[in-house]
């Protein structure tokens, strides 16, 4: 079935340093979406990405969608104690669902 | 505006029962999915309803229904509850048919004892 996984599973990094999170599908996606989810919150949505090869950038944040279209990367220049929280990517195939990936846990210490 | 809105937000139940948790979606939207997310994983697929139409489904057992309300509001039930329901359940809307972005309300916290 369908598999979205995510590396790293936790990440620790000193304020002002970079960070990234790799998605990979285990299927081709028809596009891809990023959402972060504070402790104790619920996911809120960062971006969408629908053409391969895509990149879009927000402030801080750079977010990739791979030529096959099966894999994406965030990556947040300078992180700040306000970047604290969980990635997921979701991987939408196309049939109305989206499979959300296993999620990577930023700890940003001041 | 406001915006997803669930409830309850904390419910305790025990393993056999039924549990009903609601869900209204922001005003306009007409796609409301719902999602479990067990503590420390990423949220997973159980429905999707679009003008009061299943459209998607995902990996749970038959116990797991669902329904859209004229208004757009929904309604998942879950019968014979067992330990492992214990979760997060997440209710998101959004605008269009096709899935787009997603607006999650807070979820409601179910603990089966």
């Known amino acids: 079935g369908q598999q979205v996984m995510q590396i790293p599973q936790y990440q620790h990094v000193q304020e002002g340093e970079d960070f990234t999170t790799y998605c990979n599908s285990s299927?081709?996606?028809?596009?891809i979406q990023w959402y972060k989810q504070r402790p104790g919150g619920h996911p809120v949505f960062l971006i969408q990405?629908?053409?391969?090869?895509e990149v879009k950038k927000q402030k801080r944040l750079t977010f990739q969608f791979g030529e096959a279209k099966k894999n994406s990367s965030l990556h947040i220049t300078a992180t700040q104690t306000t970047d604290v929280g969980t990635y997921f990517c979701a991987g939408d195939t196309g049939a109305n669902n989206l499979f959300f990936g296993t999620g990577t846990r930023l700890t940003v210490i001041p | 505006d406001a915006g997803v809105t669930q409830s309850p937000t904390h419910l305790i139940k025990t393993r056999g029962q039924h549990v009903t948790l609601r869900c209204s979606p922001i005003s306009g939207h007409k796609s409301v999915s719902w999602y479990q997310q067990v503590l420390g994983q990423g949220p997973q697929f159980i429905f999707q309803?679009?003008?009061?139409?299943?459209?998607g489904r995902g990996n749970f057992p038959d116990r797991f229904s669902a329904r859209q309300f004229p208004n757009y509001s929904s309604e998942l039930n879950v019968n014979a509850l067992l330990l492992g329901d214990s979760a997060l359940y997440l209710c998101?809307?959004?605008?269009?048919?096709?899935?787009?972005?997603?607006?999650f309300g807070e979820g409601s916290r179910l603990t089966v004892l």
């Open positions: 998101a809307s959004s605008s269009g048919r096709n899935t787009g972005e997603l607006f």
């Open positions: 299927t081709t996606l028809s596009n």
């Open positions: 309803y679009y003008e009061k139409e299943e459209r």
């Open positions: 990405l629908v053409k391969s090869g």
